[in-house]
């Protein structure tokens, strides 16, 4: 019973002041570290509040010295610019005096030269001086030359004024002769139109029963047809004919005229405007009208008519009588002219 009623005592024990004094203890200590955090959370911030001042400090100081060193380093550069100018103008300097040096040199030289071209000139001076004298002693030679001059040119205008006289004369002469040439050569152009217009009517009748021959101002015109084939300078036989007949007027024709007039009977050929192959004897119309203008000229010389009075010549198809591409144009335009006129 006694060891039961100790054991309900062991098992009364009462913790709670333990616990209350440890939790004052650990309260006390806490107090404490909180008061020493605040302490060192003071000082801590005294001495960050001094270095943050010695940092302004230290950075207005180095913005002091960054702006002095600008303002030495901007000193530094208009140092080396003067030095450069310097340097520049010291250059200059020197090129300057080399040059005026060279000047110097130079001008020693050309006073030298100049002495000796005073000499050479002064040489020069004399010579001209004598030359001058020379030229005076000339001057009066010329002069009394002249006088003599004058004197033949007075008798050379004497001469001059007879001479003008006579080739007054001589125009008066000229133009009466002139007149009296012209007066001959109208006398004979009427005199060769007169025999044009007897042979054109000698011609008119013994050809007058041809339509393809007509006369056309002052030519007689022949119809290529009624002379040549086709395409040929061959004469026909019809057209041996009409020119035997034209051969015969015209020899009597050359009887009346006087010897004195120098005719001519020009043969003038004629195409129409149809181009030639050139594959023929004759490559275009220019050398057909040539050829059959020749044919009639050596047929009336083979008759009689002198070859000194006799010309032929060739104009194709450019001297047409009739403009137009019409199958009447082209006959009319196929001829062979004869024209009596002066060489």
Do not use: C
Request: glycine share 6%.
């Amino acid at each position: 019973m006694a060891l039961a009623r100790t054991r309900r005592r062991e098992r009364g024990v009462d913790y709670w002041p333990g616990f209350v004094d440890a939790l004052s203890t650990l309260l006390l200590a806490i107090m404490f570290l909180l008061s020493v955090f605040v302490l060192a959370q003071f000082l801590l911030s005294r001495e960050i509040t001094g270095k943050d001042e010695v940092l302004t400090r230290l950075n207005s100081q180095i913005n002091e010295l960054t702006q002095l060193l600008a303002l030495e380093r901007s000193n530094t550069q208009d140092a080396e610019d003067q030095l450069a100018n310097l340097q520049a103008s010291l250059q200059a300097a020197e090129t300057e005096r080399s040059r005026l040096e060279q000047l110097l040199s130079q001008g020693a030289g050309a006073d030298a030269a100049a002495e000796e071209e005073i000499g050479t000139l002064s040489g020069a001076l004399d010579e001209e001086r004598q030359i001058s004298q020379r030229a005076l002693s000339q001057v009066e030679l010329l002069n009394q030359q002249i006088a003599a001059l004058r004197k033949q040119i007075g008798a050379l205008e004497g001469a001059l004024e007879v001479s003008e006289a006579r080739d007054r004369e001589s125009s008066t002469k000229i133009a009466d002769l002139g007149r009296r040439l012209n007066v001959a050569l109208a006398q004979r152009v009427q005199e060769l139109n007169r025999y044009r217009s007897d042979f054109f009517g000698r011609l008119r009748e013994i050809l007058s029963d041809r339509e393809n021959i007509r006369i056309v101002g002052d030519r007689f015109v022949f119809q290529s047809e009624v002379l040549f084939p086709s395409g040929s300078e061959v004469i026909n036989d019809a057209g041996r004919t009409e020119m035997a007949k034209l051969a015969e007027a015209i020899i009597d024709l050359q009887k009346e005229i006087p010897p004195e007039i120098n005719w001519v009977l020009r043969v003038d050929g004629h195409t129409d405007n149809v181009p030639l192959s050139g594959t023929g004897r004759y490559r275009d119309n220019w050398e057909l009208s040539s050829a059959r203008a020749t044919s009639v000229v050596k047929y009336l010389i083979s008759q009689g008519v002198p070859a000194s009075r006799l010309v032929a010549a060739g104009f194709g198809e450019f001297q047409p009588l009739v403009e137009g591409d019409t199958l009447d144009a082209r006959n009319k335009n196929r001829r062979i002219e004869l024209k009596l006129t002066e060489r």
